[in-house]
Nanobody
Framework: QVQTVESGGGLVQPGESLKLSCAFS????????MGWFRQPPGKQRDLVAT???????NYTDSVKGRFTISRDNTKNTVYLQLNSLKPEDTAVYYC???????????WGQGTQVTVSS
């Protein structure tokens, strides 16, 4: 069973930054691809960024150049640095392990990011 605890969200103004953290427990963290997802109000949850066990990263187009995913396998933690935030980045952010067939069915509580002036 996968368990995640996301933290670091908050209310910021456009252009500001946040760093999200996700503490992971369950199946072997260091061998898994991890991903950050987000769910804007009234919309579906979408994949934002992934990082493989070897550190290869991938991003959805809307966040490329602004967000950075990283991981610390000694702490079983994955991070998401959010820079140059925009109002359209407002969402609940979740992390999860990403299997070839998709994310696990276990989701944490997420962390709310609100970008507003």
């Amino acid at each position: 069973q996968v368990q995640t605890v996301e933290s670091g969200g908050g209310l910021v103004q456009p252009g500001e930054s946040l760093k999200l953290s996700c503490a992971f427990s369950g199946s072997s963290f260091s061998r898994n691809t991890m991903g950050w997802f987000r769910q804007p109000p009234g919309k579906q949850r979408d994949l934002v960024a992934t990082i493989t066990s070897s550190g290869t990263t991938n991003y959805t187009d809307s966040v490329k150049g602004r967000f950075t995913i990283s991981r610390d396998n000694t702490k079983n933690t994955v991070y998401l640095q959010l820079n140059s935030l925009k109002p359209e980045d407002t969402a609940v952010y979740y992390c999860n392990v990403v299997f070839p067939w998709g994310p696990s069915r276990y989701w944490g509580q997420g962390t709310q990011v609100t970008v507003s002036s």
